[in-house]
């Protein structure tokens, strides 16, 4: 089980945060957690912050965070300690243009060497992030491949031939 715990980050939908814990407390608490040495954990917390642009915030409790905030922190809260598989449930939901294509840049950066499950409803997100992506509707899986298999297969609107359907959801 510490295999898994210290290999897996999970950045769930809604963002659930210890409300009067500070961010660094979060990350520190992360380390402790996924089994990141103690002697590594403040640097680990300082890259992490350095990278999402929220170095300046350690010491801002939770609930005082924006929208945007509370979801890079969640999304670090997954990757921190090199988790190797990563499930992220939307992770720019909630976020303005900005902020949305600041993570994309950074999940660009940390995907390397790591599996990463990303759900999105965003096209734009999925073709920029995913290597590979896989549409559904309704739970059903439609179709799966690169962003240039599904856009030579469908045009550049996939979702011009799912209008029996309600919006899809896209993974990748």
Not at 27 to 37: E, M, Q, T
Not at 57 to 81: C, E, Q, T, V, Y
């Amino acid at each position: 089980m510490n295999h898994v715990r210290n290999n897996l980050g999970f950045c769930p939908q809604d963002d659930i945060l210890f409300a009067e814990l500070t961010v660094s407390e979060h990350l520190y608490f992360y380390c402790v957690i996924k089994g990141v040495p103690p002697e590594i954990r403040p640097t680990e917390v300082n890259k992490m912050l350095t990278s999402f642009g929220l170095l300046e915030k350690h010491d801002a409790i939770a609930k005082s965070l924006s929208g945007g905030m509370k979801r890079k922190l969640s999304i670090i809260i997954a990757l921190i300690g090199g988790s190797k598989v990563v499930i992220l449930d939307e992770p720019t939901s909630g976020m303005d243009p900005v902020s949305r294509r600041f993570t994309w840049n950074v999940l660009q950066q940390y995907k390397h060497d790591r599996t990463i499950l990303l759900t999105t409803h965003h096209m734009d997100e999925a073709d920029v992030l995913g290597d590979r992506i896989a549409i559904m509707v309704k739970g059903s899986l439609c179709c799966c491949g690169s962003s240039i298999f599904l856009k030579r297969i469908y045009g550049l609107s996939p979702f011009d031939h799912f209008l029996d359907y309600q919006t899809p959801s896209i993974m990748s």
